[in-house]
């Protein structure tokens, strides 16, 4: 009997303590725990591969985000809103989200590479080349945040920056209060200097980052900076950034002499420095999100037929635009631009002028086609644009109306198809700046928000461009010129505080 | 004095029943001894050391301690019982090894009579006149000491070990069979006298000695349970009808348990929810504990994953509902939801080997409550109406008005005044046909389901074994269910200390899943033609699917279940019993789909797979002790448990494929879709201590502390501490309560307590860790933070407290509960919205605590009760009321885009949140255009758009500031019923025909007709209905009280907002359940294998008393969504309700 006692005992006794910790440390199989997941090289290539995965999907940081900044330029209404009335429950979200969800992807990368043994490395410079990558990446959402939902144009001490993270979000970190303006430009800066610094000179593909897209990039910054804050030395800075990028912009990245293969080919054209590509999956066309795939079908186009049903000429057509209709459509380039495509809608077979560039056949007609048309492409920054920049840069820093205009009728002799007339010197300052602002359009309109930060820094009698896209009542004030913070952050953190003026 | 005298024997009835145990030490088949003047303690004493049988009985059974004199000498223990216990004025009742003795006061006057009728146990041949016969149990197994009186003479007998009897009659003379825990039997001698007057006793159904099961192996008597508990056995099993789950047959039955079945669809989902939500998130359903097993696999769905549907009902014992926390306390952390223990017959020991064999075949009929399809000229004439309706209030054409009227015929009228009868159709609008697809597409469905039982047991083993097959058909053709099942039970008695428990059962279900035909047949038009010319299916277009694209689409589910279980349980000494038990329980689930070409957005045939295997492996080790100490009763129990759960779900989709019918598999398909992998665990570690105290038969305690550690949460808050206890206090027992009219007319009286704490952990696997999840770009592999855990959850906590009064009059004829409960939870878990720069849009965390009270009742009573007749009325009733105490964090309230309800601290949960209207439309276009309103710069404020006008829903402006927005929305009303429950009669007639009915109820909520709202907002080019484009405006005047609003293509006038104008009144009352059975008796079959046959005929939701205008004022939830807080009382019209008419019979043999 004793002995059984003993039995019964040792059978409960370690059931009944509390001694089961490992028993109750159910670890998923197929993910891992955040702090053990970065251990190899093949796992710091992955937490920077994997940064792309987190904002190449979809329109977010990408279509969707540069339609917006377009309607808000007035130049062509895409979206609502465009008179700068946004308040806090109407303001996009998009862009917010996405940045900083593809900013915490950044943060497993930057903070766990360095956690990798070097030996792991093939190479002694591999390990800050992966790193400078996702530090670009981490600057180059901060300053799009910066720019879009800070007072990014106040002084340094203004505390309306950017929530700044270095760390991967858990629950002690969620919530997180804003930066300064200063201390927001120097975290930008110092992550496009790391990656400048660090990135291999090699171009290897525009559907990443790239030393050349961080130089071309920090160069747009600081033009807008320095246009906006009267910085001498931005603009100093940024022309010697640009003329740079040009000087050694790799073989392999130059501008198509047809300008119709720059978009057919898409994210393959040898012109792209930086460009969204999609997964060749089957839901590959949902992937590509709303605007690229549907939107513009719907909203800025021109119905092919008119109401006596009879074709509307692509040169009648206006595709939404609500200023510049007669240098924009005289244009060769607005026969590459848009085009005639299907509406994007299942029943709907009506056929439409759109930006076809963007919209290509839609997403009804692109998946029935043979071979599927899917390459749904985001021209975040394509060659052209360093030479329009250049042009800019040249004039704002004291070059003369012939050096300024040279970069421009170079980037134009580069077409053969359609052949672009090279532009006389343009006799006043003015008139300079009027080409530099137009010729932003001209190439690279719907593209990538250039018209926007192009709208403010150029002025036309006085009166930001602007003001004289939107006519009437409309005045510039550069306190609205970004968007206030969504409601959903207001709404759940706590630390936060809206930009002046924008509740 | 006949009615006294039963009820001094009920009273003692309910004293008895003391447990003491009895040492045995070894198992003798016979008895030998010789004892004089000893007393009867001690000769019960010997008689179990010889035999093994143990002695039961009460305090209150003085002869213990009187001595008698008495001799055994190789005598069969059950035949000496049989001639020794009547001698000494002592009724006894053998189970299994147990004898329950109790004091003898019927049938005879005086004890003396008795003893001189019985001693000799054979009846003096004074007279001719005898009866002879044998007394059974309804298992067919004799009875002994059954007391036989002659109500005329007084004089009476008790029956052999056998069950056999003789007794001395007159014709006319009234005989009175009478058993402890048996229904009293009169019978009167008929003039011919019978040689054999075989009697089949039936066990007394009153709850009052019923048992309930009250988890880990543990019984105990309803009458000493301190907590709220629910008990079904035998006589509501048997009237379930057929289809039931052991989830629908619970409509109506029990207090406080709200059942709500989506539909009669053989898929159906169905919710039990007890008392109340008491979580925001999940589905709120209780834990099933089957056969002592945790069952995972239950829930809500309809679907080949829920084994709530695989469970025979014909295998169910009992159903036990532990509603409170003393209850529910022994599971602890899944307890929160209440829980509703299973258990399923077995073998029994001794018993001969019975067969069984029924089968049930059912007749179903759709009821869609007047609801109907347009048919072709309706179709014409609405479509008409409503194109031009749309045409004329736009001024211009839409997507919808070209597709039916002519535009180029409109521009060449050239005038700007619209006459909207000289608007021409567009040729070709319409097509020729002219089909009724409801009729083509639906059927009243046959069901059939066939039994068969083998039980029996030695005295070393007992063992049930049994195989079932039902089949369903659907509404929709070729929808059905088929589910096979089987299932073996074995006892063995290893030794007298020991025995063992093997239990296995397995099912297969497969079923094929058409219920969004009815979604179907709500969009095709009739005029559409079935074929094309060349003979293939005619599509329309990709939104309209052709209804035999869908009849011949796949939708087919398989899923198999397995549980095993092996038990040992192990009597250590007198009173102490150890029990370890392991089982294994493993479900394989299928499913596979294949859209054809034709099918809705499907253009090349899209096939998807999934699979998935779970398995939960659960060892439990429980000791058990329990004794009396004069009049103190103790039990007492520890157990630890631990049990481990897996899934791995698996699946694949692919499309564009060559053609549907042959090159359609995986390896056909051109373009190749998703894969998709998941493994999931999760372990739980559990202790549990539970005592139960009971003193002098008045006095009744509970207590249960239960420690469980679960992987769900992070290592700092694994474990959490569940106690609870429970008081009672059987006021009846008392002294005070046994004299005057109390004494005789209230039979129990008890009035229990209990408080506790028990646990939810609803929430899904990891959410508690921080992990990294892939993700590709440019074809290669990426990785990237995938979730934001959350260290910080921990358990949902329950605090129930529950209060409630028993109480039985005229010997238990009328039985009474009345309850209160309140139940505070905190720390629920719910997804908590972040900030976006988180990087993410939520987490899982405890983020609220909320409130619930209610009452409960129960009342049945016998009518009629004798020996022939017996009717039985019961009812029973909820009401629950909950809400928000708080939010955690930075929430403030519950509502959503999609949400009808909101939920906000301080107010009810559950309440619709909406636009109030006058609930009336405009009479005119102008009383519209009326409110129309100017801005102090002389802008036009609308009401609502530019696009009210007569037939459409007035709304109301509560802030009275001349338009319509968000502002002026208010609550409306509340989703969830005010009172609950069901009622019922049962009639039985002698001993062979019982006629039964369940009615369920709910009063006071309001139920959103979705169907109605959405089909107001969207008719598109869709076909329509009677009851509700049918009754729109547009057909009808707006002046008419049950005219709906305006149904235009694309819904202008905005109709199809929620309002109240869709809330409708859903209180019904419903014969839930129509029942009656008849069983010929033995003696049509003597010499034949059959023992009897019993005829039932069963019929469901025969009547439904509402005004509520939807397909059914219950069910039809979210399948998605089930009962969650945000979508309860959404009714989404899925699927209709059906009558079911069934015929079952059942043969038994012996």
């Known amino acids: 009997m004793k002995n059984l006692k003993i039995i019964i005992l040792s059978v409960l006794t370690p059931l009944l303590l509390n001694s089961c910790e490992d028993f109750l440390n159910n670890v998923p199989r197929n993910q891992w725990p955040v702090e053990e997941a970065m251990k190899t090289y093949d796992k710091a290539k992955q937490s920077v591969n994997g940064i792309y995965g987190r904002f190449m999907t979809g329109d977010n940081a990408n279509q969707d985000f540069y339609v917006r900044l377009t309607t808000r330029s007035g130049l062509i209404q895409v979206t609502g809103l465009m008179d700068f009335s946004e308040n806090q429950s109407n303001s996009p979200k998009n862009l917010w989200s996405t940045a900083y969800s593809a900013i915490n992807a950044c943060n497993l990368a930057i903070n766990g590479i360095p956690g990798v043994p070097e030996s792991a490395f093939p190479t002694s410079t591999a390990k800050n080349e992966l790193l400078g990558e996702a530090r670009m990446l981490r600057g180059y959402f901060n300053s799009l945040l910066l720019l879009h939902y800070s007072c990014w144009w106040d002084s340094d001490e203004s505390k309306f920056g950017i929530i700044y993270r270095d760390q991967t979000t858990n629950v002690e970190n969620a919530n997180m209060p804003r930066l300064t303006v200063g201390e927001s430009w120097t975290k930008v800066m110092e992550d496009i200097d790391f990656a400048i610094e660090n990135m291999p000179n090699t171009f290897s593909t525009p559907k990443k980052v790239s030393k050349l897209f961080a130089k071309a990039w920090k160069a747009k910054l600081l033009l807008i900076r320095g246009t906006m ?49 999609v997964e060749d999956v089957s839901n590959r066309t949902s992937l590509s999100g709303y605007w690229s795939t549907y939107g513009f079908s719907y909203t800025a186009y021109t119905a092919y037929l008119n109401s006596a049903q009879q074709p509307t000429l692509q040169s009648d057509a206006v595709c939404g635009i609500r200023y510049g209709l007669d240098w924009i459509r005289t244009d060769p380039r607005w026969f590459v631009h848009t085009g005639k495509s299907r509406a994007a809608e299942t029943w709907d077979t009506s056929e439409r002028w759109v930006w076809k560039k963007i919209y290509r056949l839609g997403s009804y007609a692109g998946a029935n086609s043979s071979p599927k048309d899917e390459k749904y492409a985001v021209y975040h920054m394509r060659v052209p644009e360093l030479y329009i920049m250049q042009a800019e840069l040249i004039a704002r820093t004291g070059g003369t109306n012939a050096q300024a205009i040279a970069p421009i009728n170079l980037m134009r002799s580069k077409r053969t198809v359609p052949s672009i007339p090279q532009l006389a010197v343009p006799a006043t300052k003015e008139e300079l700046m009027d080409e530099i602002f137009k010729e932003y359009i001209r190439e690279l309109v719907l593209e990538n928000g250039s018209e926007f930060y192009a709208s403010f820094r150029f002025e036309k009698e006085g009166k930001t461009y602007m003001e004289v896209i939107k006519g009437g009542s409309f005045v510039f004030d550069k306190t609205k010129l970004q968007w206030p913070i969504p409601d959903t952050e207001m709404i759940n953190n706590p630390l936060i505080e809206q930009n002046p003026g924008q509740k | 004095m006949k009615l006294k005298q039963t009820l001094n024997h009920f009273r003692y009835l309910l004293v008895i029943m003391s447990v003491l145990f009895c040492t045995t030490t070894m198992f003798a088949q016979k008895l030998n001894f010789e004892l004089k003047n000893t007393p009867l303690k001690s000769i019960l004493k010997t008689i179990t050391q010889q035999s093994g049988y143990d002695f039961v009985y009460s305090d209150l059974l003085k002869l213990v301690e009187k001595p008698f004199s008495v001799k055994a000498s190789g005598e069969d223990p059950v035949s000496f019982f049989g001639h020794f216990f009547p001698s000494i004025g002592i009724t006894y009742k053998i189970h299994e090894k147990q004898v329950v003795l109790s004091p003898r006061k019927a049938p005879a006057e005086s004890d003396t009579t008795v003893k001189k009728l019985s001693t000799t146990n054979q009846i003096s041949h004074t007279q001719n006149n005898q009866i002879k016969g044998k007394i059974t149990d309804q298992d067919g197994l004799p009875l002994s000491g059954v007391s036989i009186l002659n109500l005329n003479t007084k004089k009476g007998v008790y029956s052999g070990f056998d069950g056999s009897y003789t007794l001395e009659v007159k014709p006319s003379d009234k005989i009175l069979f009478s058993f402890i825990g048996f229904k009293n039997r009169e019978y009167v001698v008929p003039q011919k006298l019978s040689s054999n007057f075989d009697i089949r006793m039936e066990e007394d159904a009153v709850a009052l000695e019923s048992v309930a099961i009250i988890g880990y192996g543990n019984t105990q008597k309803i009458k000493d349970v301190t907590g709220s508990i629910a008990h079904m056995g035998k006589k509501e099993l048997e009237t379930a009808p057929m289809g039931s789950t052991v989830q629908t047959m619970l409509q109506g039955r029990a207090a406080g348990v709200n059942v709500q079945i989506q539909s009669a669809s053989p898929t159906s989902p169905v919710s039990v929810i007890i008392r109340g939500q008491s979580s925001l998130s999940g589905d709120n359903q209780p834990l099933w504990v089957i056969d002592g097993i945790p069952e995972y696999n239950a829930g809500v769905s309809g679907s080949v994953s829920n084994v709530l549907y695989s469970l025979n009902l014909n295998d169910v014992e009992s159903i036990d509902i532990l509603k409170d926390a003393s209850s529910t306390a022994i599971y602890g952390s899944r307890a929160a939801n209440g829980v509703i223990v299973v258990t399923t017959k077995s073998g029994k020991e001794g018993m001969k080997p019975t067969l069984e064999l029924s089968s049930r075949w059912g007749y179903q009929v759709m009821n869609f409550n007047g609801y109907d399809y347009f048919k072709g000229e309706e179709y014409l004439n609405f479509t008409k109406k409503a194109t031009r309706h749309e045409l004329y209030n736009r001024g211009t054409f839409d997507y919808f008005t070209r597709l039916y009227l002519s ?78 099942g089987g299932k073996i039970r074995l006892e063995a008695r290893i030794n007298k200390d020991i025995k063992l428990r093997l239990n296995a059962n397995g099912s297969t279900r497969s079923a094929s899943d058409k219920d969004y035909m009815l979604d179907v047949l709500k969009k095709v038009r009739p005029d559409i033609p079935v074929y094309n010319a060349d003979g293939s299916l005619f599509t329309r277009d990709a939104y309209t699917e052709n209804p035999y694209t869908t009849l011949k689409n796949t939708g087919y589910g398989t899923g198999e279940n397995i549980t095993a279980s092996a038990e040992l349980e192990w009597t250590i000494i007198k009173g102490l019993i150890f029990t370890t038990r392991g089982s294994v329980n493993y479900s394989n689930t299928e499913s596979l789909t294949y859209k054809r070409r034709g099918s809705t957005f499907n253009y090349d045939g899209s096939r998807n797979w999934s699979r998935t ?134 039979t129990h009286m008890k009035l229990r307590a209990s408080y506790g704490k028990s646990g939810s952990q609803n929430l899904q696997n990891y959410q508690w860790m921080t992990m990294v999840g892939s993700v590709n770009y440019m074809q290669q592999p990426g990785i990237y933070p995938s979730n934001i855990g959350n260290l910080a959850l921990q358990w949902e906590e329950t605090i129930m407290t529950d209060v409630a009064l028993e109480m039985e009059f005229w010997k238990s004829r009328i039985r009474t509960t009345l309850g209160y409960y309140n139940k505070n939870s905190e720390n629920l878990i719910y997804s908590q919205s972040l900030a976006p720069s988180s990087a993410f849009s939520s987490m899982t965390a405890n983020i609220a605590s909320t409130t619930a009270s209610g009452f409960e009742f129960s009342v049945d009573v016998d009518v009629i009760k004798n020996s022939n007749w017996q009717l039985t009325l019961n009812a029973n009733g909820s009401s629950n009321n909950s809400k928000v105490l708080k939010f955690n964090n930075t929430m403030t309230e519950l509502a959503g885009l999609y949400y009808y309800t909101k939920i906000v601290v301080g107010e009810p949960i559950g309440q619709w949140f909406g636009f109030p209207t006058y609930k009336r439309l405009f009479g005119t276009s102008e009383e519209a255009a009326a409110l129309k309103t100017r801005t102090a710069t002389g802008g036009i404020t609308m009401y609502r758009n530019n696009m009210e006008r007569s037939g459409d829903i007035y709304y109301k402006d509560t802030d009275g500031n001349g338009t319509i927005n968000n502002d002026d929305k208010i609550f409306l009303g509340t989703a969830l019923p005010k009172l609950f429950g069901g009622f019922g009669l049962q009639l039985y007639v002698g001993n062979s025909f019982n006629i039964g009915a369940t009615f369920t109820y709910a009063y006071g909520n309001k139920r959103l007709w979705y169907m109605a709202m959405s089909d107001v907002g969207y008719t598109g080019n869709y076909n329509q209905s009677n009851k509700i484009a049918g009754m729109s405006a547009i057909l009808r005047s707006p002046f008419e009280q049950t005219t709906l609003p305006n149904a235009t293509p694309y819904g202008d006038g905005g109709n199809g907002t929620f309002s109240d104008y869709w809330l409708f009144d859903a209180s019904y009352i419903r014969l839930n359940a129509l029942n009656m059975s008849y069983r010929l008796d033995k003696n049509y079959f003597r010499n034949t294998l059959i023992d009897n046959i019993e005829l039932t005929l069963q019929a469901t939701n025969l009547f439904t008393l509402t005004r509520y205008p939807g397909f059914d004022p219950q069910g039809n939830f979210s399948t998605s969504t089930g009962m969650a807080s945000t979508t309860v009382g959404v009714d989404y019209s899925y699927y209709p309700d059906a009558k079911t008419f069934n015929l079952g019979i059942k043969f038994t043999f012996k």
């Open chain 1, 229 to 277: 804050r009267n910085s001498s030395k931005d603009l100093t800075d940024a022309k010697a950034l640009i003329d740079d990028a040009i000087a050694t912009l790799p073989a392999t990245v130059k501008m198509e002499t047809d300008m119709n293969q720059t978009f057919l080919k898409s994210w393959d054209s040898q012109e792209n420095i930086f460009v969204r590509y």
């Open chain 2, 407 to 484: 535009e180029a015929e409109f521009w060449k009228l050239n005038t700007s005044e619209i006459d909207v009868r000289r608007i021409v159709e567009l040729p070709g609008a319409y097509y020729d046909s002219d089909t009724y697809w409801m009729g083509e597409m639906t059927r009243n469905p046959l069901q059939q389901q066939y039994d068969l039982t083998l039980k029996g047991g030695t005295k070393e083993v007992s063992y049930l074994a049994g195989l079932n097959y039902t089949g369903m058909q659907g509404v929709v053709k070729t929808g059905f269910s088929k589910n096979y």
């Open chain 2, 613 to 746: 295997k779970s398995d939960t492996k659960i060892f439990d080790n429980t000791l058990v002790y329990a004794n009396t100490l004069g009049k103190h009763d103790i039990s007492a129990s520890l157990t630890a448990s631990i049990e481990r759960f897996q899934s791995l779900r698996y699946g694949m989709a692919a499309s564009n494929f060559p053609d549907d019918d042959v090159l359609n598999s995986f390896s056909n398909a051109a373009t190749k879709g998703t894969l998709t992998e998941a493994y999931e665990m999760s372990s739980m570690v559990s202790q549990i201590a539970r005592a139960q105290y009971k003193y002098n038969d008045k006095y009744l305690a509970t207590f249960t502390i239960r420690h469980d550690g679960s992987s769900k949460f992070g290592p700092d808050r694994r474990w959490g501490w569940f106690p609870s206890g429970g008081l009672g206090w059987i006021i009846s027992n008392e002294e005070f309560m046994k004299s005057g009219w109390l004494g005789d007319n209230l």
